[in-house]
């Protein structure tokens, strides 16, 4: 008898963590939209490559400059920037149905372009390597952003339809 109430308890428990997964999921991608909706301002960029990727045979580059720099991005590897006064369509693209994330496999990890968010002199930021299609965010995205192979072609064509180079 113990072990039948047991058997349901945890089954429920189950049912109900079953359930609340799309909830879960729905609420992370509502956040990226609202940290958008909600920010001081979104500025693209591209940049050059920062220390903390570019790489020598001995190891990391120390001569390149970092990609932050007093808590803020370094404006020493700006090459390029957009700011979006629009920020309809960035949503749209970084807005996810699923949670499904296919790696292509590439391993060069140089990002050149980004997306920072600004709310209260605050920065949150996306960098992105097109190339390899891996990303790297500030601690805050972390779990927010989620990159499948379409939502790279989709932010790539967005960042060349505003002149930013993309390096590929």
Known sequence: MQTVGRNFFMNRLLAIFLLSLPLQLSAQHENIDRKIKNADSIILISHKISWEYE???EGKNKNAPLFLSKGDINPQIILSRKNLLDRTQIIDILHVENGIYTHVDRTC????N???????????????CFHCERIHTSEDLN?????????FEK????FESLNLIVED
Do not use: C, G, M
Not at 109 to 112: H, K, N, V
Not at 143 to 151: G, K, T
């Open 55 to 57: 790489t020598v045979e």
């Open 109 to 112: 990890d140089q990002p050149r």
């Open 114 to 128: 980004s997306i920072l968010i600004y709310k209260k002199a605050n920065l949150s930021y996306i960098d992105i």
């Open 143 to 151: 779990h927010l952003v989620i990159f499948d192979h379409a939502r």
């Open 155 to 158: 932010l790539a064509s967005y």
